[in-house]
Each structure stands twice: as C-alpha cells, then as structure tokens.
C-alpha cells in the first residue's frame, strides 16, 4: 500500500511539475508590446516634423514614465549641496530606436543632470517613429520639479 501511495504522489508531482510548465509559453523580451508615445506639439520643427507613427517605447507611456520613476535616485552630492529647481533635458530617438542627444536646457544641479542622462542612456530600444514609411528621429522632453526633497 505504502509502495502504491509514493508512486501515486510521484506521479502526481511529475504531472503538475509538466502541466505547470512554461517552456513553450515565455514571453521573449523581443515580442514585447510597444505603444506610440507621442512628443510635445512644441518639439515639433523642420528638423523633427510630426511623424505619421509616433516612436514606440516597450510598454507605452507608462513604462518610460515608470523607467524613469525606478532610476529617479537624487545622488548624495546634491542633497548635501542642495537641489531645488526645475529640470528640463531634450532627447532623440534615433532612427534605430537608441535615445541619445541628450541636451540640458535646465538643471537644479549638476549631478541631477548625471543621473538623469544615465536614465535616458539605460531606456529600452524603442521602435523609431515612422514619416513616408521611413524610420526618422525624434525629439522627446524630460521636466521634472525639485523642491524641498521631492519631485514631481
């Protein structure tokens, strides 16, 4: 009877351990869903005219926004030295889909500008915007205000 019970329960345990599987349903981080993420109606210009698809990030909007959140550690050198202000940094999405160009326009402190153009560089590859059918750059802002130890 003893022999009957350990068989059954091994069984059983191979049974769930193959049924629970996942090796033919993983989620590969190439099928992972882009959404467009517009830019700021004032990047547009001649250089970044409006695209006819927007660049696409993994995850849309909200993964950038979280992206950034998760990175979005204020470094030691400007809490002691001080960081409240505003920050302004203007970005391209190139046409391979790697952020870069990173241009400040305003920062509260130097190493606020560090980390967040660490951020920018660490992005996820996106899925460059689209003009003619063609992949084309994109230009993106990052703003954010520092006061009293907090941002928004």
């Not at 993994?58 to 550690?73: D, F, R, T, V, Y």
């Not at 326009?105 to 063609?134: C, F, Q, V």
């Amino acid at each position: 009877m003893r022999k009957y019970f350990f068989t059954i329960l091994f069984s059983f345990f191979v049974i769930m351990g193959l049924s629970c599987s996942t090796t033919g349903n993983q989620v590969s981080s190439s099928s992972a869903s882009y959404a467009e993420v517009p830019m700021p109606n004032q990047l547009v210009s001649e250089e970044f005219p409006q695209p006819d698809e927007w660049a696409k990030y993994p995850g849309g909007n909200e993964a950038l926004q979280s992206h950034i959140q998760m990175n979005k550690i204020i470094p030691e050198e400007a809490r002691i030295e001080g960081y409240n202000g505003r920050l302004v940094m203007t970005y391209v999405v190139n046409t391979e889909g790697v952020a870069g160009q990173v241009e400040t326009l305003m920062s509260p402190h130097e190493a606020i500008t560090s980390m967040y153009e660490k951020i920018i560089e660490d992005m996820e590859r996106w899925e460059p915007a689209i003009l003619n059918g063609e992949p084309v750059q994109q230009q993106y802002a990052i703003s954010a205000y520092f006061n009293d130890n907090t941002s928004q």
